[in-house]
């Protein structure tokens, strides 16, 4: 109902990105098996955890393809954390059998009706980003980390085939006085406003973020 409201009250020319609250792999190891019982159960019993990810995963597209019949929807802008700091939460190998295929079928969804896919997953998934752009086919990613890959690095390597969305480092956001965020914001727009790229924050705006630093981010990304 809240995407109903939301796609008869749009201003004109605008449209929406939509998704479930939570992606595939973070619905089965957050909140059905809690991540030590699923580590268990792929070497106990592989079976389940494949049937567990298969009903999320078509409860995810049933949604997606109710959505995307209803009016100014520009597309699906899904979340789903695959990692940590160092790497992905379960090995590249079982990811690309387990999760992958579902958000492909998700963005093929989204092409079929003139959309866009896009994926937010925090942590360090290099090794999976290949796929992500190739296989999956999400025509933007977000979530950047300073200390896990800038969104610089990340434009420089990816930014002719994918777009970079936030980039500015939610820790930078909060530590920085203003003189050095104003640099920091100038710096990334900088070097990545020229390509595929939305300014934003790396991640969700905390509400630890100081206001004052959210309004300079504001100031800057609109200057």
């Not at 200390?147 to 909060?174: H, S, T, W």
Request: glycine share 12%; net charge negative; with cysteine.
């Amino acid at each position: 109902s809240r995407y109903e409201f939301v796609s008869k009250h749009l201003p004109e020319g605008m449209q929406m990105m939509v998704s479930p609250c939570a992606g595939v792999f973070e619905t089965v190891a957050e909140s059905l098996f809690g991540f030590e019982t699923l580590s268990y159960l792929l070497a106990d019993d592989p079976g389940l955890v494949q049937d567990v990810f298969q009903k999320v995963g078509a409860l995810h597209e049933a949604f997606y393809r109710t959505v995307i019949q209803m009016d100014n929807v520009g597309g699906f802008f899904q979340g789903d954390d695959l990692g940590f700091k160092t790497g992905t939460f379960l090995s590249p190998t079982a990811i690309r059998h387990l999760v992958l295929p579902w958000h492909r079928r998700f963005a093929e969804i989204a092409a079929g009706h003139g959309g866009m896919y896009w994926l937010h997953s925090c942590g360090n998934i290099s090794s999976l980003m290949e796929d992500l752009i190739c296989e999956v086919g999400i025509a933007a990613f977000h979530s950047f980390q300073d200390e896990i890959l800038p969104v610089q690095d990340f434009c420089r390597q990816y930014g002719n085939r994918v777009a970079a969305l936030g980039g500015v480092d939610v820790g930078a956001l909060c530590r920085l006085e203003e003189p050095d965020l104003r640099r920091y914001i100038r710096g990334i727009i900088s070097d990545c406003g020229g390509g595929r790229f939305a300014v934003g924050t790396g991640n969700s705006v905390a509400n630890y973020v100081p206001l004052d630093a959210y309004r300079i981010l504001l100031e800057e990304s609109r200057g």
